[in-house]
């Protein structure tokens, strides 16, 4: 049973840094896509990130690109995602993703977790 665990969300300021962290269990990843989605109130489910388990290659959404990086821990079955310069636009409940590489939906999701940014 694939389980999927999001922490670190909260509360920041305009220009603020947060890192979300996803832990993971169940199998190994070798052959996985992890992901990163957000959500906003009343806004549609949007891709922010995707990591490349075993290659480490990422992929950004052009709305994040240059300020969020996605990483992943093998040892610890974690993948992170560090947002830097966070704007009140990225105020959305952030969820983690899981799929294996040659599918296109992601097939197992995390619970989500709250990210606020003040303006």
């Known amino acids: 049973q694939v389980q999927l665990v999001e922490s670190g969300g909260g509360l920041v300021q305009a220009g603020g840094s947060l890192r979300l962290s996803c832990a993971a269990s169940g199998r190994t990843f070798n052959n996985y896509h992890m992901g990163w989605f957000r959500q906003a109130p009343g806004k549609e489910r949007e891709f922010v990130a995707r990591?490349?388990?075993?290659?480490?290659?990422?992929t950004y959404a052009d709305s994040v690109k240059g300020r969020f990086t996605i990483s992943r821990d093998v040892a610890k079955n974690t993948v992170y995602l560090q947002m830097n310069s966070l704007q009140a636009e990225d105020t959305a409940v952030y969820s983690c993703a899981a799929k294996l590489i040659f599918i296109s939906s992601y097939d197992y999701w995390g619970q989500g977790t709250q990210v606020t940014v003040s303006s």
């Open positions: 990591i490349s388990w075993s290659s480490g290659i990422t």
